[in-house]
Nanobody, 129 residues
Framework: VELVESGGGSVQAGGSARLSCFAVGYTHSGYCLGWFRRAPGEEREGVASIDEDGKPHYSDSVKGRFTISMDSAKRSYLQMNNLTPEDTATYYC?????????????????????????WGKGTLVTVSS
């Protein structure tokens, strides 16, 4: 399985950016997709997740500004609005069996263990003031 990300780049504060993620190689349809980010020198942070039924979940830091969605082809999109320099980070797409919240510890792999099954390579979003 490969997670293919696109989007990102440089944007000014107050602007918007859109990330997309497509899972290639899944042989079954029951999986969820989520987005994490890691800013320089910071811990990884779960940003948003969306389950198979399309129910979104957000971290408090992005709620009201970011929107996660999934289309019929199981592509996940992360629309990021009103960006601030604090949103500067490398953003990673992730897939798992269940992701009922954006927090890593709440993700469940297909084998039932805690965590993510697959990670994307990451895409950098830089927000300048």
């Amino acid at each position: 399985v490969e997670l293919v990300e696109s989007g990102g780049g440089s944007v000014q504060a107050g602007g918007s950016a859109r990330l997309s993620c497509f899972a290639v190689g899944y042989t079954h349809s029951g999986y969820c997709l989520g987005w994490f980010r890691r800013a320089p020198g910071e811990e990884r942070e779960g940003v948003a997740s969306i389950d198979e039924d399309g129910k979104p979940h957000y971290s408090d830091s992005v709620k009201g500004r970011f929107t996660i969605s999934m289309d019929s082809a199981k592509r996940s999109y992360l629309q990021m609005n009103n960006l601030t320099p604090e949103d500067t980070a490398t953003y990673y797409c992730a897939s798992a069996f269940a992701c009922p919240s954006p927090n890593y510890k709440d993700y469940r792999r297909f084998d039932g263990s805690i965590g993510v099954d697959h990670w994307g390579k990451g895409t950098l979003v830089t927000v300048s003031s």
